[in-house]
T-cell receptor, first 109, second 113 residues
Framework: GQNIDQPTEMTATEGAIVQINCTYQ??????LFWYQQHAGEAPTFLSY??LDGLEEKGRFSSFLSRSKGYSYLLLKELQMKDSASYLC??????????WGAGTKLIIKP | NAGVTQTPKFRILKIGQSMTLQCTQD?????MYWYRQDPGMGLKLIYY???????DKGEVPNGYNVSRSTTEDFPLRLELAAPSQTSVYFC????????????FGPGTRLTVT
């Protein structure tokens, strides 16, 4: 079967750095996505990885290792507005997105 | 551009009732999707469409129907509502299946009692 695992909840301090991990087992791989979802709102796109390595976009970076079926999202200089759920999704061989359950990130002052 | 719009925002249905969730996008995207999101679970694909007149089942299509008569609109029909269909429903669109990003509507929160 297809499976994506990520921690249910994480807590971090404002101004700090946090790493959210995602491991996956899917039938085929055509890219890995990270989305941000604030409570009661729609998911919004953060990052995309299809090749191994690190993609940096401002305070957010995403890493991929295809051989390990592993990705992480790194958030630096945390702000209170970063309190949200972070969803990991993999595009499978049918070009459909398989979604993890999301990691709820709580930022404390 | 309004992006992806959905109506209604909230709805309470009785068991056995029917309703249509509306979804419209103004980005001229070919691909449109319907997802449901249950608490503590990942988004599940219900149906998707690759263009006007073409639809296909996703992971959880039972109890739902869709149509795509225009590029802009992709309504989702619930024929005989059941408590198991209580969920938040998101419509999304993308230009192609290789697109980096899917654009999501604000969601419809549906309760079936």
């Amino acid at each position: 079967g297809q499976n994506i695992d990520q921690p249910t909840e994480m807590t971090a301090t404002e101004g700090a750095i946090v790493q959210i991990n995602c491991t996956y087992q899917t039938s085929g791989f055509n890219g890995l996505f990270w989305y941000q979802q604030h409570a009661g709102e729609a998911p919004t796109f953060l990052s995309y990885n299809v090749l191994d390595g690190l993609e940096e976009k401002g305070r957010f970076s995403s890493f991929l290792s295809r051989s390990k079926g592993y990705s992480y999202l790194l958030l630096k200089e945390l702000q209170m507005k970063d309190s949200a759920s972070y969803l990991c999704a993999v595009r499978d061989s049918n070009y459909q997105l398989i979604w993890g359950a999301g990691t709820k990130l709580i930022i404390k002052p | 551009n309004a992006g992806v719009t959905q109506t209604p925002k909230f709805r309470i249905l009785k068991i056995g009732q029917s309703m249509t969730l509306q979804c419209t996008q103004d980005m001229n995207h070919n691909y449109m999707y319907w997802y449901r999101q249950d608490p503590g679970m990942g988004l599940k694909l219900i149906y998707y469409s690759v263009g006007a007149g073409i639809t296909d089942k996703g992971e959880v299509p039972n109890g739902y129907n869709v149509s795509r008569s225009t590029t802009e609109d992709f309504p989702l029909r619930l024929e005989l509502a059941a408590p198991s269909q209580t969920s938040v429903y998101f419509c999304a669109s993308s230009y192609s299946e290789e697109s980096y990003e899917q654009y999501f509507g604000p969601g419809t929160r549906l309760t079936v009692t």
